[in-house]
């Protein structure tokens, strides 16, 4: 596991983006892993950046998302796929056709996460997963369980998770209460991972993460057995660790 503590939100943005970039310059053909929610957003601006300042070229990526929302369609401006439109794939040079979010309108949910897990081990995997963090420690949507879940898969969204991410809607109670998320399998097959964290109110659970015993009550602490982990944090949410 590599920490690197930066000084700041923008910072760590910037740091995690010559990581991303460096990925994508280095085997143009990379499968990514995406992630949504606020922490991304600023990684996001500095590729958009990179693709317009320095040529970095996605014209061969293929990105598969963590997660969507059950119930919002894509059109629907709180769904993932409309947050991925519009903070980097309408902006970079990505085959609109290689980008992939699951469908949270689709009949069969079980079977469109199914469906997700065959087309992204058709790519051969993910070759660099990014990941943010819930206050709570979930990574994609896998909240606190006492097991932790392999393939992409349904689930119900926990109070905490509700209530963070009712920031983004008109109230609590506009948020949906189920969403598909990648399960633990593809997380722990990527071949590398990116984590990041910004923020005093999840230092404490990202040390018990990093430092803590490995259990799914505590779901981004599996990430301690990833043969390659790197950690992008903010001096507030890395205050903790002294390496
Ligand atoms: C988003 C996702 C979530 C978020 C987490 C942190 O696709 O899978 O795990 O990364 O909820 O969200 P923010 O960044 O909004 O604090």
Redesign the pocket.
């Known amino acids: 596991m590599r920490i690197i503590k930066t000084k700041d939100y923008d910072q760590m943005s910037r740091v995690a983006g010559d990581i991303m970039g460096a990925q994508v310059r280095l085997k143009p053909r990379s499968v990514l892993g995406l992630?949504?929610?606020?922490?991304?957003i600023g990684l996001y601006k500095e590729l958009v950046r990179k693709h317009r300042e320095e040529y970095l070229d996605f014209s061969q990526i293929i990105s598969f998302?963590?997660?969507e929302y059950v119930g919002l369609s894509s059109e629907d401006p709180q769904s993932?796929r409309y947050f991925m439109d519009k903070h980097l794939l309408k902006d970079i040079n990505i085959a609109y056709e290689n980008t992939h979010l699951m469908s949270g309108v689709a009949d069969d949910l079980e079977a469109e996460a199914a469906n997700y897990d065959r087309m992204i081990d058709a790519q051969g995997g993910i070759d660099m997963q990014l990941?943010?963090?819930?206050n709570n420690g979930?990574?994609?949507?896998n909240e606190p369980e006492e097991h932790f879940i392999g393939p992409s898969h349904l689930v119900n969204l926990s109070s905490s998770?509700i209530d963070?991410n009712a920031r983004f809607f008109a109230g609590p109670g506009e948020v949906p209460k189920q969403a598909v998320t990648l399960g633990f399998r593809q997380i722990m097959q990527a071949k590398k991972v990116l984590l990041i964290v910004s923020g005093r109110a999840k230092a404490d659970v990202l040390r018990k993460a990093l430092e803590g015993s490995v259990h799914p009550r505590v779901p981004a602490s599996i990430l301690q057995l990833h043969r390659d982990l790197t950690v992008v944090g903010d001096e507030e949410a890395l205050y903790w660790y002294k390496g």
């Open positions: 992630a949504t929610g606020s922490t991304p998302n963590l997660d993932y990941l943010g963090m819930g979930h990574i994609g949507f998770t963070a």
